[in-house]
C-alpha cells in the first residue's frame, strides 16, 4: 500500500492538484469552496454584464433592476472621477467638526447608525435566553490590525502598520489634508489604537460567544461610565425606553472612562475621522480604491486589487446578494438534489438520534433532552421562502437624478439598521435567511435550532447527483452532519430545543462533557503547518463539529446500499483541499475557528477506526493516533 495513505492521506487525495492549483492574483486562497465560488461567479457575473448591457435582457423582478442599475453605476468610472470626494465631504465634515465627546453623547439617532467607530456599537439582536424577542446589544468595534493576536507578533505588527500609514497618509493627501496635519492624525491614530487593542477581544474570547451575553436591566446600565449617559444614547437609537443591554466584553466597558477621556478626545477624533473615511473609498473613483486596497492586500498577501467588473460584481452583492442568489437558487437549483438531499438529511437526524440514545455517559435525563432538540431541528435547503422587507425598500438615485454611490449605500445601510430597530423586544420570522442562496457555505443557528444550505453548496465535489452516494456523503453529507453537531459543541450545547440559552445538562453530564471538549482541544492544539501552529482552543467548536459530523455522516452511509468508505474517505479529503497565500493562512491561525484546511482532512480520519482498518494504519504511520487518544463526543 501507497506509504502516502498512511502518512498524509490529504497529500495523497490530492498530490496532482496541488502541484497544479494556481492561486488566482486577487484571491488569498484557492480550494475546493474558492474553486466553486469561481465558477459561480463566472456564471452570475455573465448574467449581470449582460442585463448592463441589454437592459430589455434584464428578468422581470424590480430587485434585479435595481440591482443592474447600481451595478451600472459603479461602470460609470468617469461620472466618479467627476465626483471625486465630493459625495463624501459633508459625511466626513461632520467628524472633523466635532469639538468634544458631548457632542457625540448628544448626537442624533441617524449619527450613531451611520458611522464606524463610536465609542461603541449598538446592535439590536436576539436574546440568548428568550429567543422570542430582539434586545439592545453594545459593543466594542475594531483594531487597525487584524486581531489582538497579530499585535504580538512585533515584526509582524510593524510591517502591516507601515503598510497602514503610508496607505492612510496618500489617501489623507489626496482628499485635501496637507503634510503636516496628515502625519498628525496618522500619530494620533496609532497612539489611540495602541491603547484600544488593550481592551478588545481576543480572538478565543470571542469564540465562546456564549460567554459574550451579559445581560443587565436598565439601572446597571449607566455604571460603566461617569462621561457618558449611555442609556440616553441607546433609549434614543431605539426610540423608545429600553429595559436592559446586554454587554459584550465587560472589560472594554469597564475600562471605558479610561479609554475614552478627554485627554485622549482629539486621538480618538483621528482616528474616528479616518476610519469612517477609508468606509467611504469603495463608494469614489478607482485611484482611491487601488490606494485603500493596499493594506488588506499586505494582510493577506493578495497580489492584485479586484478588476474594475470585479468589483462591481462584489459591491453590488454588499446590497443584493439576497435578490441575485433567489434568482440563481430558483432557476438553477435541481427538484431531484432537494429530494435526495432530504433523504440524506433524513438518515443522518436518525443516525445523530440513535447514537444520543446508545450513549454511555451521559445520563438518560440528558439524553431526552439532547433528543428532543434534534427532533425539533429545522432544515432549510436551496433558498427561501421570503426574504426580508427592507430589499423593497433599495431604490437607486442615479446619476441624472443627483444620487451618487455613497448616497445609495448609505441609504440602503439605514433602512437595514432601521428595521432591526424595529424588532426591539419582537420576535422574526423565522422563514428569513442570514445568508444568499448564492454562497459556497453554510450554517447552524442556535436561536433557531435550524440549519441552512444554500443551493450554491449543493453542487460538485459536495455533491452531485447521479454518483455514488458515499462519496455525497463525504462531501455534501459530512457538512451538513458538521451543521447538526453543532447544536451539540460547546457553545451550540448551551442552547435548549427552543433556542433559549438554558442549561439542560446534569451537572456530571457537563463535566464529563468538558472533559471530552478539552480532549478536543488537546487533539488539535500546536499542530504544525507551514505557517505556524493550530490554537486548539480557538478551533474547538469547529473540530467537535468536524468529528461528530464525519462519525454520524459515515454511519448514514453504511445505510446505503453502495456504501464504498474508500469513496467516503477520498470525497471528505479533497473537499477540503486548499493554497493559502502566506498572509491569509497567517490570519487564519491567528482568528479563525476553523483549522487549517488539511488539518482538518487529516485528523478527522486519523481518529476514525475505520479509516484506520481499511488501509491498516499502524504505530508506525503518521496517521495513525493510538486508540486511548482518539476521541468522541457524538
Same mark, same amino acid.
Given at each position: 500500500?501507497n506509504?502516502?495513505?498512511?502518512?498524509?492521506?490529504?497529500?495523497?487525495?490530492?498530490?496532482?492538484w496541488?502541484?497544479?492549483?494556481k492561486?488566482?492574483?486577487d484571491?488569498?486562497?484557492?480550494g475546493?469552496?474558492?474553486?466553486?465560488?469561481?465558477e459561480?461567479?463566472?456564471?452570475?457575473?455573465?448574467?449581470?454584464?449582460k442585463w448592463h448591457?441589454d437592459?430589455?435582457?434584464?428578468?422581470?423582478?424590480?430587485?434585479i433592476?435595481e440591482?443592474?442599475?447600481?451595478y451600472?453605476?459603479?461602470?460609470?468610472?468617469?461620472?466618479?472621477?467627476?465626483l471625486?470626494w465630493e459625495?463624501?465631504?459633508?459625511f466626513?465634515?461632520?467628524i472633523?467638526?466635532?469639538?468634544n465627546?458631548?457632542?457625540i453623547?448628544?448626537a442624533?439617532?441617524?449619527?450613531?447608525?451611520?458611522?464606524n467607530?463610536?465609542?461603541?456599537?449598538?446592535?439590536?439582536?436576539?436574546?440568548?435566553?428568550?429567543?422570542e424577542?430582539?434586545?439592545?446589544w453594545?459593543s466594542?468595534?475594531s483594531?487597525?490590525?487584524?486581531?489582538t493576536?497579530?499585535?504580538?507578533?512585533q $515584526?509582524?505588527k510593524? *510591517?502591516?502598520?507601515?503598510?497602514?500609514k503610508?496607505? @492612510?497618509?496618500? /489617501?489623507l493627501l489626496?482628499?485635501? &489634508? =496637507?503634510e503636516?496635519?496628515?502625519?498628525?492624525?496618522i500619530?494620533?491614530?496609532?497612539?489611540?489604537?495602541?491603547?484600544?487593542k488593550n481592551y478588545?477581544?481576543?480572538?478565543e474570547?470571542?469564540?465562546?460567544?456564549?460567554s459574550l451575553?451579559?445581560?443587565?436591566?436598565?439601572?446597571e446600565?449607566n455604571?460603566?461610565?461617569?462621561?457618558?449617559?449611555?442609556? $440616553?444614547?441607546?433609549d *434614543?437609537?431605539?426610540?423608545?425606553?429600553?429595559?436592559? @443591554?446586554?454587554? /459584550?466584553?465587560?472589560?472594554?466597558? &469597564? =475600562?471605558?472612562?479610561l479609554?475614552f477621556?478627554?485627554?485622549n478626545?482629539?486621538?480618538?477624533?483621528?482616528l474616528?475621522f479616518?476610519k469612517n473615511?477609508?468606509?467611504?473609498?469603495?463608494f469614489l473613483?478607482?485611484?482611491?480604491r487601488?490606494v485603500?486596497?493596499?493594506?488588506?492586500?499586505?494582510?493577506?498577501?493578495?497580489e492584485?486589487t479586484?478588476?474594475?467588473e470585479?468589483f462591481?460584481?462584489?459591491?453590488?452583492n454588499?446590497?443584493?446578494s439576497?435578490?441575485?442568489?433567489?434568482?440563481?437558487?430558483?432557476e438553477?437549483f435541481g427538484e431531484?438534489?432537494k429530494?435526495?438531499?432530504?433523504?440524506?438529511?433524513?438518515?443522518?437526524?436518525?443516525?445523530y438520534t440513535?447514537r444520543l440514545?446508545e450513549n454511555?455517559?451521559?445520563?438518560?435525563e440528558?439524553?431526552e433532552?439532547?433528543?428532543?432538540?434534534?427532533s425539533?431541528?429545522?432544515?432549510?435547503?436551496g433558498?427561501?421562502?421570503?426574504i426580508?422587507?427592507?430589499?423593497?425598500?433599495?431604490k437607486?438615485?442615479?446619476?441624472?437624478?443627483?444620487?451618487?454611490?455613497?448616497?445609495?449605500a448609505?441609504?440602503?445601510?439605514?433602512e437595514?439598521?432601521?428595521?432591526?430597530i424595529?424588532?426591539?423586544?419582537k420576535?422574526?420570522d423565522?422563514?428569513?435567511?442570514s445568508?444568499?442562496?448564492a454562497?459556497?457555505?453554510?450554517?447552524y443557528?442556535p436561536?433557531?435550532?435550524q440549519?441552512?444550505?444554500?443551493?450554491?453548496i449543493?453542487?460538485?465535489?459536495?455533491?452531485k447527483?447521479d454518483?455514488?452516494?458515499?462519496?455525497?456523503?463525504?462531501?455534501?453529507?459530512?457538512v451538513?452532519a458538521?451543521?447538526?453537531?453543532?447544536?451539540?459543541?460547546n457553545?451550540g450545547?448551551q442552547f435548549?430545543?427552543?433556542?433559549?440559552?438554558n442549561?439542560w445538562?446534569?451537572?456530571?453530564?457537563?463535566?464529563?462533557?468538558l472533559?471530552?471538549?478539552?480532549?478536543?482541544?488537546k487533539?488539535?492544539?500546536?499542530?504544525?503547518?507551514?505557517?505556524?501552529?493550530?490554537?486548539g482552543k480557538?478551533?474547538?467548536s469547529?473540530?467537535?463539529?468536524d468529528?461528530?459530523?464525519?462519525?454520524?455522516?459515515?454511519?448514514?452511509?453504511?445505510?446505503?446500499?453502495?456504501?464504498?468508505?474508500?469513496e467516503?474517505?477520498?470525497?471528505?479529503?479533497?473537499?477540503?483541499?486548499?493554497?493559502?497565500r502566506?498572509?491569509?493562512a497567517?490570519?487564519?491561525?491567528?482568528?479563525?475557528?476553523?483549522?487549517?484546511?488539511?488539518i482538518?482532512?487529516n485528523v478527522?480520519?486519523?481518529?476514525?477506526e475505520?479509516?484506520?482498518?481499511?488501509?491498516?494504519?499502524?504505530?508506525?504511520d503518521k496517521m495513525y493516533?493510538?486508540?486511548e487518544?482518539?476521541v468522541k463526543?457524538?
Open positions: 500500500m506509504k502516502k495513505i498512511k502518512d498524509d492521506f490529504y497529500e495523497y487525495i490530492n498530490e496532482q496541488l502541484k497544479t492549483a492561486i488566482p492574483d484571491r488569498s486562497s484557492i475546493s469552496f474558492v474553486e466553486m465560488d469561481l459561480l461567479e463566472k456564471l452570475l457575473k455573465g448574467l449581470v454584464s448591457q437592459n430589455s435582457s434584464i428578468p422581470n423582478d424590480p430587485l433592476h440591482y443592474v442599475k447600481f451600472s453605476m459603479i461602470l460609470n468610472t468617469k461620472k466618479r472621477d467627476e471625486g459625495p463624501v465631504r459633508n466626513l465634515s461632520k472633523e467638526n466635532l469639538k465627546f458631548s457632542q453623547q448628544n442624533n439617532k441617524d449619527f450613531w447608525i451611520n458611522y467607530f463610536l465609542p461603541f456599537s449598538l446592535s439590536i439582536d436576539e436574546d440568548f435566553a428568550n429567543s424577542r430582539r434586545i439592545v453594545i466594542e468595534d483594531t487597525i490590525l487584524p486581531s493576536k497579530t499585535y504580538e507578533n $515584526e509582524e510593524e *510591517r502591516l502598520l507601515t503598510v497602514w503610508n496607505m @492612510v497618509k496618500e /489617501l489626496s482628499y485635501g &489634508k =496637507n503636516q496635519e496628515s502625519e498628525k492624525i500619530q494620533n491614530s496609532i497612539q489611540f489604537d495602541e491603547l484600544y478588545v477581544l481576543t480572538p474570547e470571542a469564540a465562546d460567544y456564549v451575553y451579559n445581560l443587565k436591566q436598565r439601572n446600565v455604571k460603566y461610565s461617569k462621561n457618558f449617559n449611555f442609556l $440616553e444614547i441607546i *434614543r437609537f431605539v426610540g423608545q425606553e429600553v429595559t436592559e @443591554v446586554s454587554i /459584550l466584553n465587560e472589560r472594554f466597558f &469597564k =475600562n471605558f472612562d479609554i477621556s478627554e485627554e478626545f482629539e486621538k480618538y477624533k483621528d474616528l479616518v473615511l477609508l468606509s467611504t473609498t469603495t473613483t478607482e485611484q482611491i487601488e485603500a486596497n493596499k493594506f488588506s492586500k499586505a494582510v493577506t498577501s493578495i492584485k479586484r478588476t474594475l470585479d462591481a460584481y462584489d459591491k453590488t454588499t446590497f443584493f439576497m435578490p441575485l442568489g433567489m434568482f440563481y437558487a430558483k438553477y431531484n438534489s429530494k435526495n438531499i432530504e433523504h440524506m438529511i433524513e438518515n443522518m437526524v436518525k443516525v440513535k440514545s454511555d455517559w451521559l445520563s438518560k440528558t439524553i433532552k439532547a433528543i428532543a432538540k434534534i425539533k431541528l429545522k432544515f432549510m435547503i433558498y427561501p421562502e421570503i426580508r422587507p427592507y430589499y423593497n425598500k433599495f437607486v438615485l442615479g446619476y441624472e437624478q443627483g444620487g451618487n454611490l455613497f448616497t445609495n448609505l441609504k440602503f445601510s439605514e437595514i439598521s432601521k428595521y432591526k424595529s424588532l426591539y423586544h420576535d422574526e423565522k422563514r428569513y435567511w445568508m444568499s442562496p454562497q459556497i457555505n453554510a450554517y443557528h436561536i433557531k435550532n440549519m441552512v444550505f444554500p443551493a450554491a449543493l453542487n460538485f465535489p459536495f455533491y447527483y454518483r455514488c452516494s458515499s462519496a455525497n456523503y463525504g462531501g455534501i453529507g459530512a451538513i458538521h451543521e447538526i453537531s453543532h447544536a451539540f459543541d457553545n450545547s435548549d430545543e427552543n433556542g433559549q440559552l442549561n445538562w446534569t451537572e456530571k453530564d457537563k463535566s464529563e462533557f472533559k471530552r471538549t478539552e480532549a478536543v482541544i487533539l488539535y492544539d500546536q499542530r504544525e503547518t507551514e505557517f505556524g501552529k493550530v490554537n480557538l478551533t474547538v469547529e473540530n467537535i463539529a468529528l461528530g459530523g464525519f462519525e454520524c455522516a459515515l454511519e448514514a452511509a453504511k445505510m446505503e446500499k453502495d456504501f464504498n468508505p474508500e467516503l474517505f477520498k470525497s471528505w479529503a479533497t473537499i477540503w483541499r486548499s493554497i493559502y502566506e498572509g491569509a497567517k490570519r487564519q491561525l491567528e482568528t479563525d475557528v476553523h483549522s487549517p484546511t488539511k482538518r482532512a478527522v480520519l486519523a481518529n476514525n475505520l479509516f484506520a482498518q481499511t488501509y491498516e494504519i499502524t504505530e508506525n493516533i493510538p486508540k487518544n482518539k463526543i457524538w
